[in-house]
């Protein structure tokens, strides 16, 4: 049984993370495997508030959720922006992987770099979409687990 980690602990360390990992049954309960994606449009990137009734509400992400059994992740990104935009996406290949640990949960993020092939943005989860620039991003208050990704954003700005 692995110990458990603080709050707020960060990994970023996409060395060790495998491509897929297998959940069986006795990990599900606490190990997650979450796709999310940066989606840009010229200098814009793509960010949503979760909505007010939501885990983690009214903070800020990049659109995504969990795989599903049978789906592999790049699957599993297309089809949540599907579900949650209405958009469809081409994905570009990956920007980070992390494990973000909390209580006694373990996620295994993988964050994609996308763009938009198609569809009309709609609003079917979240609480307000919209399109901020790097030098914007950093005003917005993101989940806990994304402060990495926006921190990495910023520094790959130019
Ligand atoms: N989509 C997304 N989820 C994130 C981010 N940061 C972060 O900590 N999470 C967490 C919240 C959830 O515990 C988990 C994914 O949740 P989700 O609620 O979006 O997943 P889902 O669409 O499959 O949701 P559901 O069907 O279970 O309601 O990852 C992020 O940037 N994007």
Redesign the pocket.
Known sequence: MMAEKPYNEKLNDSKNMPEAVEITDSKAAFM?E?T?AIIRDGDKILICQRAADD??AMLW??????RENGETLEECIIR?IREELELDIRVLGIFTKSI?HFNNNE?YFTLYNAEIIGGELQRNVHNAVEWVTVEEIGEYDF????IGFVEKILKERN
């Open positions: 997650k979450v999310a885990e983690c992400e990049f659109p995504g959720g969990k949540e973000y996620i989940m806990p687990a994304d």
